[in-house]
């Protein structure tokens, strides 16, 4: 049982998912679709507002922000809904889903 413990603490430190690890938050973007605020700045405010997964992995989709906002919508729209670019590592749905694809 040491060995599994050990090598699951390996695994964990490796990947950044032990305890004081900052988690690991991927970004999913179109890269056909150009967004009024770089992906940086939509991550702070995400931040700000509380909406960035709380798990040792996470997942925001930009890709779900509506195409055609300039910056101050893109900033509403984060602000207001912007749980909704949550993605299916944080328990929200299924991955094709949260990705864009249809059923």
């Known amino acids: 049982m040491k060995t599994i413990d050990r090598r699951i603490r390996k695994l964990e ?3 950044g998912l032990a305890d004081g690890k900052p988690p690991l938050l991927i970004v999913v973007s179109l890269a056909a ?3 009024a605020l770089d992906e940086d ?3 702070q405010i ?8 709380t798990g040792a992995v996470g997942l925001v989709n ?3 922000i509506p195409r ?7 900033e509403r729209f984060l602000r207001e809904r912007g749980a909704e670019t949550r993605g ?3 328990g929200e749905g299924p991955a094709d889903a949260s ?3 249809t059923p």
């Open 13 to 15: 430190d490796r990947f």
């Open 33 to 35: 679709k150009k967004l």
């Open 41 to 43: 700045r939509c991550v």
């Open 46 to 53: 995400l931040r700000e507002c509380g909406h960035l997964p």
């Open 62 to 64: 930009l890709g779900k």
């Open 68 to 74: 055609g906002l300039d910056a101050k919508e893109t």
């Open 88 to 90: 299916p590592l944080n």
């Open 99 to 101: 990705l864009g694809a």
